[in-house]
């Protein structure tokens, strides 16, 4: 029972690095999406995808990018990381079918 | 747009108290309502679920009904152990997979 898998669960960048959060999923969900999380803001979702090869923004998509080539995998990229990224991060993946979401562990990212 | 507000914490009760946790949302149409809760160092839990008004959600001895007259999605429970410390969300869902959650409620149970 695998469920969403995110890797790494810890990262530390230098500001100006570039890096991606892995997140899989092998429930065949359709839907998966980034939200970040920090500290009395709740969750914000940065970006969401509908199925294998269609992707959108949320509400704070700056800095950051991603794809979804497979139903199973959806990797964020930062490309160029700043301090204002410091957060957590989880991967959520809900069924066509259902409006309840599936999280993972979440990676806790420090930019330094 | 869409939000949800839920009362602010942290939440400090004594084992075996009475537990509420106020949440009321806004939303267009008829959004599936949800609590999670996240437990130190891991991901958000479904913890229950209402999806139509009047409906009630429970699970673990929690409950919440979705009254649409107030637009609200209280979380209760009856008697809270040492083990329910957590972060509990209140979230909605119209649909569109775009989940929107609250700021979270600390709560701290102690002995």
């Known amino acids: 029972n695998a469920g969403v898998t995110q890797t790494p669960k810890f990262q530390v960048l230098k500001t100006g690095q570039s890096m991606t959060l892995q997140c899989a999923q092998d429930?065949?969900?359709?839907?998966m999406s980034w939200y970040r999380q920090d500290p009395g803001m709740g969750l914000r979702l940065i970006h969401y995808?509908?199925?294998?090869?269609?992707?959108d923004q949320g509400e704070v998509p700056n800095g950051y990018n991603v794809s979804r080539s497979t139903t199973e995998d959806f990797p964020l990229r930062l490309l160029s990381a700043a301090p204002s990224q410091t957060s957590v991060y989880f991967c959520?993946?809900?069924?066509?079918?259902?409006?309840?979401?599936?999280f993972g562990q979440g990676t806790r990212l420090t930019v330094v | 747009g869409d939000s949800v507000t839920q009362m602010e914490g942290p939440v400090t009760l004594s084992e075996e108290a009475f537990l509420t946790i106020n949440c009321t949302y806004t939303?267009?149409?008829?959004?599936?309502l949800f609590w999670y809760v996240q437990y130190p160092g891991e991901g958000l839990q479904l913890l229950l679920k209402?999806?139509?008004?009047?409906d009630k959600g429970s699970n673990k001895g929690f409950e919440a009904t979705y009254r649409k007259e107030t637009t609200s999605f209280h979380l209760e429970k009856g008697s809270v152990q040492v083990s329910d410390s957590a972060v509990y969300f209140c979230?909605?869902?119209?649909?569109?997979?775009?989940?929107?959650f609250g700021t979270g409620t600390k709560l701290q149970v102690i002995p």
């Open positions: 959520a993946s809900t069924p066509s079918v259902s409006t309840e979401a599936f």
């Open positions: 939303a267009t149409g008829y959004p599936s």
């Open positions: 429930m065949n969900h359709e839907y």
């Open positions: 209402a999806t139509k008004a009047d």
């Open positions: 995808s509908v199925g294998a090869g269609i992707t």
């Open positions: 979230a909605l869902n119209r649909g569109y997979q775009k989940v929107t």
